[in-house]
């Protein structure tokens, strides 16, 4: 009996060991695989940083310059004194501070329409909103522009927000109807029960289950405008007005045959244009790991 | 809750507008429905149906379009070699890319998802090719890939194929280089950013529950994780495929349509017609049937969901 | 409640319909000039100056700067087009012109075969009554670059950039110096087609180093077919020379046997960065545009690896010099109150003074007045080298129906098809397509 007594924790333990063991295994099999996928992943950052900082020379040889011989700081501050860029960048900044509630809000209320009521033609209104998507913008711009331009919005920044706080645009919302059909209707059901309105259900329920999708909603809102460029280069024509992804094009518009490029600049400039958005990027991350979102709930 | 196929029957109509509860969601469901409505129809609607008149009119943006019927249509259909190779590609790199593009996402996204140390770093680290502008990144592809002197034939020669790809100067490898290119581009993207927020809504307790049957981290892969999964991947298929299929920065600038027509994709040769050629007319009419193709695409794609999209808790 | 929505939103839906169409359909017609309206000749000028040329190098704000001084009751808003492509800015401005709001001074270049739909679609104007009224002096500028900016017997514009075309092989010397031969001399015209076609062949080594590269844009494939004495197309612009005359169809022979039988070619965009291999020594010839030379002589860092020279071409048996005189230009909008502002503005923006800052501040090759060619010789002595070209070039054709662009689409795509060494087409095939497809570009009706 005591020798049973005595075993049994000993091979419970030699198990543990056992199964510990083969986790520290997996771990570092999973360690190496991303270290070494990280590494080619990693490489366009590095490339993107080290030809910003190169003379125009080491950009156009052949070969690639890994690093700059002499790091040209200096092609920063070019960036900065040659044209408005940090104007620009205030101006995407402020774009996007408009856009990002907009589609938070409006994009959340389309998406509990399409994922928790039933009414009529809903299914119609559906596939025409993912039509949106499927329409080539070629067709549709000057007709746009002509729009537009007769409500008296060009140079303003009109066209290119109004849409976030119409919707936010079909990926957006169809994306936000995922997530909302992925949470258990039960919890609807209850609080319904509870008297609650359908606005205090979106409200009190399903945003705070949300989390991880309104961030992701959010920092492609982000991506999208800060990169946007077509609609900004149509819609403005004022330069104080420009964004920087429109401004990137100062560095890019001289003819390439004839004349000194200004690659190590339109480098420069991108690598500036990546700084805000990797930090929002790092500090918005912890919202993809936390979400410990629906582990609480019952079955 | 029904799947969209279902839904998609219209005769409980007469049914559906009778009781008091079906007032209340046609109610709610419009009001929430408005502001999207709104813009829809303020926005998309005008311009959309403009270009679908255009489509059947000869249109060069200064003078005003004449109506000329079909011909736009029996021109592409008939006269046009270019719509149906360029469709060919279309299909071709979005059918290759595509898959391998979400599948590559999904499994990095599960990998990244693993509670480790100092995955916060390796996730941002990812992020960062499409980050990159797309000028840059064809500078250093071309020159990876450079069929005499770029470092990926140099180690293809010494492992021992002595004759390799010709990449982007080769019409057969042309396609294949931007999908490697878009890979490399794409994998760790906005694809994995939604697979990520996918993996967060998948409970802690299933896999708990899952752990305490001695389940191993393949049998939760497999009965887990990926059923719960579907809805994000069904997401990702459907959307990967509409944005596979309107490809066109990358073959703009790193190949311009060429070598010899090999990456003229569909969007290219449309933008083409609407503004280098501006025959606008035309390329409405490529554009309406380039949606139609998409829309029914997307429709099977919404119908076979049926089968394999796993909501949980409905 | 949904029907109102909608019934109300559909009429706004409606209302953007025939908005669009008809601004699109009208605008063209009238379009609106900003200052005119308010009339009165005391008012000050406001013109608007859209473009892409020189945007970020400070040399646009410099003319605004140095006009305004002169003209205290002139404003100019500079509006920089920042397309991705040149392309881009186009659709840009047929868009402001579609609602009525493009500005006063332009560029519709003939280059970028904008310029004769612009003038067909009414939307840049003749200055010939300007200049009488001015007395302004043609001879200031090259009598070919000038001869770009007339339409049936107009005078369009002024000229902006320009140069000889792709009328040079930009050589490594290093290379001739290392096979123990003279380098030629780089203005004499002394190396002939068959030298060339020789060195292809010698200085390539296989894995290492390509003797040639010629790309298949259109700039290319009309001097080489000028070379042989022929061009691709005539001059009318009506038709593609290719297989009716044999002078065009042998030098379509003579890069088909280098670039698909000898297969001593890059493959078609193979050489992307040709400037690059150049100074990286993996490449000996380069057909380029002659301007070329001075940007290779300024890439070089070692000198032992490359050294800038130059073959210009063997004049042909009529005498001209192979090369495809081609630029761009300035125009002034249609249906402006204040042209003759404006036309002081082109004029301040095409002297000799910004032209040169043109080339030397906004780093655009303007070649196009024989005092801005002489300031650019005094600056680097290299640009002596491309004198005989312009003076004794041969005009570029474009199409007739101002099909420019389907035109260079064709050529490049089409001789991509008939040179690539992958999958080798026959010869005649080959040349055949190329023809139809540029011919069938020729056939359109007028854009």
Request: hydrophobic share 50%; net charge negative; glycine share 8%.
């Amino acid at each position: 009996m005591a020798a049973t007594i005595d075993r049994l924790p000993s091979t419970d333990i030699s198990g543990d060991a056992y199964r510990r063991g083969r986790n520290r295994v997996q771990m570092g099999i999973t360690y190496i695989l991303l270290t070494a996928a990280a590494l080619m992943f990693a490489f366009p950052l590095f490339w993107t940083v080290s030809s910003s900082l190169q003379t125009w020379k080491e950009l156009r040889s052949f070969e690639p310059h890994l690093l700059p011989a002499i790091p040209q700081w200096g092609n920063y501050v070019k960036v900065f004194s040659a044209v408005p860029f940090a104007r620009w960048m205030g101006n995407s900044f402020l774009i996007t501070a408009i856009t990002i509630p907009g589609v938070i809000i409006t994009g959340s209320l389309t998406a509990y329409s399409f994922a928790r009521f039933n009414y009529v033609g809903k299914e119609i209104w559906f596939v025409l909103m993912l039509g949106t998507m499927m329409i080539p913008t070629q067709v549709t711009l000057i007709p746009q522009y002509v729009l537009f331009f007769n409500l008296k919005l060009i140079n303003t920044y009109v066209p290119l927000t109004i849409g976030s706080w119409l919707g936010g645009g079909a990926f957006m919302i169809f994306l936000l109807r995922q997530f909302i059909m992925s949470i258990p209707r039960d919890l609807d059901e209850a609080a319904l029960m509870d008297g609650a309105s359908p606005i205090r259900i979106l409200w009190g329920v399903l945003l705070p289950l949300m989390k991880p999708a309104l961030t992701t909603v959010a920092i492609l809102q982000f991506l999208g405008d800060w990169n946007e460029f077509f609609g900004p280069f149509i819609y403005l024509n004022r330069v104080d007005l420009f964004t920087a992804a429109v401004g990137l094009r100062f560095f890019q518009n001289i003819p390439m045959e004839t004349s000194d490029p200004r690659d190590h600049l339109l480098m420069a400039a991108a690598a500036v244009m990546t700084i805000p958005v990797i930090a929002l990027f790092a500090a918005a991350q912890r919202y993809f790991i936390q979400g410990v979102v629906l582990s609480g709930l019952k079955i | 809750m029904a799947t969209l196929a279902n839904r998609l029957r219209l005769s409980s109509f007469s049914e559906m507008l009778n009781t008091s509860r079906q007032r209340r969601e046609n109610f709610y469901g419009y009001l929430f429905l408005l502001p999207w409505l709104l813009g829809f129809l303020g926005l998309f609607l005008g311009p959309g149906l403009f270009s679908l008149y255009l489509s059947f009119t000869k249109y060069d943006v200064l003078s005003p379009p004449t109506w000329i019927g079909l011909d736009n249509y029996t021109k592409m259909f008939f006269d046009d070699p270019l719509f149906y190779t360029s469709l060919g590609r279309t299909f071709y790199y979005a059918g290759v890319g595509v898959p391998l593009g979400v599948i590559g996402s999904m499994f990095l996204a599960i990998l990244l998802n693993a509670k480790l140390r100092g995955l916060a770093a390796y996730r941002t680290l990812f992020f960062m090719p499409s980050l990159v502008p797309i000028v840059a990144s064809v500078v250093l592809w071309k020159w990876l890939l450079h069929a005499d002197f770029g470092i990926i034939n140099q180690w293809l020669v010494d492992l021992g194929w002595s004759d390799p790809p010709g990449w982007f100067g080769d019409r057969r490898w042309a396609i294949p280089s931007l999908i490697v290119m878009g890979l490399w581009q794409g994998l760790g993207g906005t694809r994995m950013i939604i697979f990520l927020a996918g993996l967060q809504g998948i409970p802690e307790s299933l896999y708990e529950a899952a752990s305490i049957d001695g389940a191993t981290a393949l049998h939760k892969l497999r009965h887990v994780t990926l059923p719960l999964l579907t809805p994000t991947i069904f997401f990702n298929m459907v959307l990967g495929v509409i944005g596979g299929l309107q490809v066109f920065t990358a073959a703009f600038v790193a190949t311009e349509g060429g070598p010899g027509f090999a990456t003229t994709f569909y969007s290219l040769h449309l933008y083409r017609h609407a503004f280098d050629y501006w025959n606008m007319g035309y390329a409405a009419t490529l554009a309406w049937l380039f949606a139609f193709v998409i829309v029914s695409l997307t429709i099977w794609q919404l119908r076979l969901s049926r089968r394999w999209v796993f909501y949980y808790g409905s | 409640m949904k029907n109102l929505v909608s019934r109300r939103s559909f009429l706004q839906g409606a209302m953007a319909v025939s908005a669009g169409a008809l601004a699109a359909c009208v605008a063209p017609a009238a379009p609106e000039s900003d200052m005119g309206d308010e009339g009165a000749a005391m008012e000050p000028v406001h013109l608007r100056w859209d473009t892409f040329r020189g945007i970020g190098s400070g040399w646009n704000e410099e003319r605004i700067e140095t006009f305004t001084e002169m003209h205290s009751d002139v404003t100019i808003e500079l509006r920089p087009l920042a397309g991705s492509g040149q392309q881009d800015n186009y659709a840009k401005m047929y868009a402001a012109q579609a609602a009525g709001d493009l500005g006063e001074v332009v560029a519709f270049d003939p280059s970028h075969y904008h310029f004769w739909r612009a003038i067909n679609k009414d939307i840049i104007m003749p200055i010939d009554e300007l200049v009488a009224a001015d007395a302004t002096d043609l001879d200031q500028w090259f009598e070919h670059f000038l001869g770009l900016q007339y339409y049936q017997g107009q005078l369009y514009g002024f000229p902006s950039w320009g140069w000889a075309g792709f009328d040079t092989l930009v050589l490594n010397a290093v290379h001739l110096e290392e096979a123990g031969m003279d380098v030629p001399d780089p203005t004499a015209r002394d190396v002939s087609i068959d030298t060339i076609n020789e060195w292809a062949h010698s200085f390539y080594v296989e894995g290492e180093r390509f003797g040639l590269n010629i790309s298949h844009n259109e700039a290319t494939v009309v001097v080489l077919t000028r070379l042989f004495g022929s061009s691709l197309i005539n001059e009318e612009g009506t038709q593609c020379l290719l297989l009716d005359d044999p002078n065009a169809t042998e030098a379509m022979r003579w890069a088909y046997d280098l670039g698909v039988v000898d297969q001593v070619l890059p493959a078609p965009g193979d050489i992307e960065n040709a400037g690059g291999a150049l100074v990286a020594g993996l490449l000996t010839m380069n057909w380029c545009g002659s301007l070329c030379v001075r940007n290779f002589n300024n890439q070089i860092e070692d000198e032992s690896v490359a050294k800038a020279w130059q073959i210009l071409f063997p004049a042909r048996e009529d005498g001209r010099f192979p090369s495809q005189l081609r630029g761009g230009t300035w125009n002034l909008r249609t249906n402006q109150d204040h042209a003759d502002v404006a036309y002081q503005f082109l004029r301040h923006i095409s002297s000799h003074d910004g032209s040169l800052s043109f080339n030397l501040v906004a780093g655009n090759f303007a070649m196009v007045r024989p005092d801005v060619v002489q300031s650019l010789i005094e600056e680097d002595a290299i640009h002596e080298w491309f004198i005989s070209s312009l003076e004794n070039g041969i005009p570029a054709h474009a199409p007739a129906n101002s099909r420019g662009r389907e035109y260079t689409s064709a050529v490049q795509q089409w001789t991509d098809l008939l040179l690539d060494p992958h999958q080798p087409v026959e010869f005649e095939q080959g040349l055949q397509d190329l023809n139809d497809n540029i011919q069938a570009v020729l056939d359109l009706e007028p854009a």
